[in-house]
Nanobody, 122 residues
Framework: QVQLVESGGGLVQPGGSLGLTCVAN????????MAWFRQAPGKQRELVAR???????MYVDSVKGRFTISTDNAKNTVYQQMNSLKPEDTAVYYC????????????????WGQGTQVTVYS
């Protein structure tokens, strides 16, 4: 069994910075994708940033140049540094990972963190 534990987030004024951390705990053979999603009130959950293959990154256009996703594979941890935050970045942020618990293809599953609130206020 795998659990994703998030930390970080909080309150910040526009233009400020925050960092998010997500640690995967449990029986882990390989993590093939790590991502951050967010969900604002009344909106659908959206993909913010993703790392696949340990190094290939993608970002939603609205955060390019402001957010940075990074990983520490030895610690099964994914980070998201968020700079130049805007009120429209306000949302609950979730980490999401595709993890294999052993070498069998059937052991792959998708996991979600518990979510952490990021609020950007004037």
């Amino acid at each position: 069994q795998v659990q994703l534990v998030e930390s970080g987030g909080g309150l910040v004024q526009p233009g400020g910075s925050l960092g998010l951390t997500c640690v995967a705990n449990g029986t882990i053979f390989r993590i093939i994708a790590m991502a951050w999603f967010r969900q604002a009130p009344g909106k659908q959950r959206e993909l913010v940033a993703r790392v696949t293959g340990g190094h290939s990154t993608m970002y939603v256009d609205s955060v390019k140049g402001r957010f940075t996703i990074s990983t520490d594979n030895a610690k099964n941890t994914v980070y998201q540094q968020m700079n130049s935050l805007k009120p429209e970045d306000t949302a609950v942020y979730y980490c999401n990972e595709h993890i294999y618990s052993n070498s069998k293809w059937s052991s792959g599953n998708e996991y979600w963190g518990q979510g952490t609130q990021v609020t950007v206020y004037s």
